[in-house]
């Protein structure tokens, strides 16, 4: 719940430069952005992509055992590897350049923010490294403390610069725009190295005296440790990587395909600066919560399973499925109803909105992803998450191949191979922990949710076409909100979500609780 806090805040906040860089420097611009950020992504992910799993999966055990001197030795190594490999990939990418940017990203004008992205892979590696400590002692106020000043941070200062190169081309206003992102990943590192400083000087528990001499055993396990961590890191990182580099693929072959199709090279950057900087946005906004289960999940299910406790297993799994799914459902009846009205609010055109119309229903497969693969990899299987990314990662691209080249199709062919990526992946991946775990959702649960949603798709179109105030913002927002209370009386109806779901929620929770009779 606190990085669900955090994460819908960061999301929410994260809307006002996907919402002013569009009027600043146009879908062209944001283009030219969104190019550079699928090869940032690429190297961060070879960079930090297992280590923080890897780190909070190590830390977690060693500090279950209050094996201090094991959790110090494995960050010493982790922070080690992940600097050593981003210091590398930073030269090389500099060396290069000239030659990523032209050949590679398809538009020279490009080179410029990709410079200035290069300093972010030593601040990812760093941080990456402390976020997975204290995920690993299951303290998520820190990566929720460091999320949310990276987003304030980066949403400052990403108008700022955009604003003050934009005279000098649109090529210095989407450098700016990168430099306001990496100006926002070093406030979160700065806030990290805060806490882990005020966290290694709180007085370690007293160990008992077997528990001091395994700590002195374990000492001299570097490269034991280092082995532990590459063992998990290793697999995460080849699966995320594969999802990576088909982004990255994607993105050129998006472009390029266009291209082919007859839409000139600046039409085509824009129409792809469209669908990932603000479409693909939007669908992703209730992903904070399932990142926040992903996270919380990891530490939790390997506890369950090194002790073979499969009922917690299933408990735990059923819990963030439902949580997913009926947090989902309501965005995805209102992008999916108002895709048109959502668009004008807000990016002051609806040019957009039938890529959203086509991929909102779908988009409730890619909210039950990040559960089902964190749990994979929780259970020690990370080659089964890799092959199935791998499997929708090349569907993906060959369908984009296919119809984005087709005058007919033109950028919906990338939709349309997105979205088949979105359920493929999350079909195989649940297939994969019913297979390993006996797990099962129940039905009744999903026709439930399918009748909330019905019902609220109905209140929010009812609103919406009576027309009450003019079909104006503001009668979006009456109509998205009275949508909303009917769908969560809904759910508290049909018992989807009752009193001790509620009383799980921090501060609020309280509230919920039975009364102790006086």
């Given at each position: ?141 820190p990566t929720a403390l460091s ?345 508290i109806l049909l018992k989807l ?22």
């Amino acid at each position: 719940m606190i990085l669900l806090a955090a994460g819908l805040l960061n999301r929410i906040l994260g809307f006002v430069p996907r919402i002013a860089l569009p009027r600043m420097i146009g879908a062209e611009g944001v283009g030219l952005i969104q190019l550079v950020y699928p090869f940032t992504i690429v190297l961060l992910t070879l960079i930090a992509g297992g280590i923080p799993l890897a780190v909070a999966k190590l830390v977690a055990e060693a500090d279950s055992k209050h094996d201090q001197r094991a959790v110090s030795r494995i960050l010493k190594i982790a922070v080690w590897l992940s600097l050593s490999i981003s210091l590398v990939a930073a030269v090389i990418c500099y060396g290069l350049s000239e030659f990523i940017a032209t050949k590679i990203m398809t538009d020279s004008r490009v080179h410029a923010a990709f410079i200035v992205m290069i300093p972010v892979l030593p601040l990812v590696a760093l941080s990456s490294v402390w976020r997975g400590y204290f995920q690993g002692k299951q303290n998520m106020i820190p990566t929720a403390l460091s999320q949310t000043a990276e987003t304030v941070f980066r949403i400052i200062l990403t108008l700022l610069f955009a604003w003050m190169f934009l005279p000098y081309g649109l090529a210095m206003a989407a450098a700016g725009g990168v430099l306001g992102m990496v100006a926002g990943e070093c406030a979160g590192l700065i806030v990290l190295w805060i806490q882990f400083a005020r966290d290694r000087k709180k007085p370690s528990e007293t160990l008992p005296e077997h528990a001091n001499l395994m700590t002195k055993a374990a000492f001299g396990r570097g490269k034991s440790y280092l082995r532990e961590l590459l063992n998990t890191a290793v697999p995460v990182t080849g699966s995320k990587m594969i999802g990576s580099l088909s982004y990255l693929l994607e993105s050129i072959l998006t472009v390029r395909s266009l291209t082919i199709a007859g839409i000139a090279a600046a039409g085509a950057t824009a129409q792809y600066g469209a669908l990932q900087g603000m479409v693909i946005p939007l669908l992703l906004l209730p992903g904070a919560l399932t990142y926040s289960l992903a996270v919380s999940l990891v530490p939790s299910l390997s506890e369950a399973a090194s002790r073979g406790d499969w009922a917690t297993i299933h408990i735990r799994l059923h819990q963030s499925m439902r949580l997913a799914v009926v947090t989902g459902a309501p965005f995805v009846v209102l992008m999916g109803l108002l895709a048109g009205p959502i668009c004008t609010l807000l990016y002051g055109n609806d040019s957009m909105a039938d890529m959203l119309r086509w991929m909102a229903p779908l988009a409730i497969f890619l909210y039950m992803q990040a559960p089902l693969q964190a749990a994979l990899q929780a259970l020690n299987r990370p080659g089964t998450a890799l092959f199935n990314t791998f499997a929708g990662a090349a569907i993906k691209l060959i369908l984009i191949a296919q119809l984005a080249t087709n005058p007919h199709f033109g950028i919906l062919g990338a939709v349309i191979a997105i979205s088949v990526n979105m359920v493929l992946v999350t079909l195989l991946h649940w297939i994969s922990v019913a297979r390993f775990t006996g797990f099962r959702m129940y039905p009744l649960d999903f026709l439930k949710i399918t009748v909330a949603m019905i019902i609220m798709s109905a209140v929010a179109l009812w609103i919406w076409n009576i027309d009450p105030l003019g079909q104006s913002s503001l009668n979006l927002v009456i109509a998205s909100f009275v949508a909303i209370v009917i769908y969560l009386l809904l759910l508290i109806l049909l018992k989807l979500i009752d009193r001790h779901d509620a009383a799980r929620v921090p501060i609020l929770g309280r509230l919920f609780l039975p009364r102790k009779p006086s």
